[in-house]
């Protein structure tokens, strides 16, 4: 068997999540039945994040073993002849050890969230941005951002549903920039609970409209009470950015 890394682009408008679902396509499902009909194998992929449905991906890195002899490039082109015309793109393919693992080999991820700050209606960006009419203060939403940074008990931005063991996540940066008209926030983290991102995406509006401050985003972190959560933006913003991994001394960037 060879392991093969993949690192994946996707528009998530089409899909219920990267995860099978019973209940509707996924990343996952497309991917595999392209290389199972690829290899005449039963192929099963594993990949560094997941993401909702609607979320999207510049950088996912993902894996499959492959017994059939087939070149890295030649199963990259297999890949994606037969993947279209689903919003999926194989970006690079290489051969990796087979203990590395695209989910527990990862020392770290990174997201971006889009908000395009305009008034006028989404036509190019409808699906890929939330719209956000009233002018922000992106200063405001990076200096407030801080307060996030570390190692805290993030319950008020977990997801009901979350299943993560503890509520207790390490987040190494939190920034919000303009450019344009848009409003980009990145977060990176070693892991992240389900809807942390786009919960503290929610609260780093309202500051941008003047609604928050940095106390009271500090507050809604202490109180560790989902019910204080002020806003939980929308999966359509936000993109698995990449995935990060080491192995030693060396340090790895597959996406």
């Known amino acids: ?25 996924s990343i996952q499902q497309a991917v595999e039945e392209a290389a199972t009909a690829i290899t005449g ?19 996912m890195v993902a ?38 693992h695209a989910r527990f080999s990862c020392t770290g991820r990174a997201y971006e969230y889009r908000i395009l700050n305009r008034r006028a209606p989404l036509t190019l960006a409808k699906g890929q941005a939330w719209q956000m009419p009233k002018p922000l203060d992106a200063g405001a939403m990076d200096r407030a951002a801080q307060v996030l940074v570390g190692t805290h008990d993030f319950t008020t931005f977990r997801s009901t549903h979350c299943q993560a063991r503890s509520p207790l996540k390490t987040l190494d940066r939190l920034a919000a920039r303009r450019e344009g008209e848009y409003v980009v926030i ?7 609970l389900h809807h942390q991102v786009r919960s503290m995406v929610g609260c ?51 996406a």
């Open 1 to 25: 068997m060879t392991r093969f890394a993949l690192t994946l682009e996707f528009d998530g408008g089409p899909f219920m999540g990267l995860q099978r679902q019973a209940h509707g396509p």
């Open 41 to 59: 194998e039963a192929v099963t992929m594993h990949a560094a994040g997941r993401t909702d449905a609607g979320v999207h991906a510049l950088g």
């Open 63 to 100: 894996h499959i073993d492959v017994a059939k002899p087939i070149a890295p490039f030649r199963l990259m082109e297999a890949l994606n002849a037969w993947l279209r015309p689903k919003p999926i793109a194989v970006l690079a393919c290489e051969v990796m050890p087979e203990d590395w």
């Open 186 to 192: 990145e977060a990176s983290a070693r892991s992240f």
């Open 204 to 254: 780093l509006a309202l500051v941008g409209m003047g609604r928050w401050d940095d106390a009271r985003v500090a507050d809604a972190l202490a109180a560790r009470d989902r019910q204080r959560l002020g806003l939980n933006a929308p999966p359509d913003g936000l993109y698995f950015l990449r995935a990060t991994y080491s192995s030693g001394v060396e340090h790895t960037e597959l």
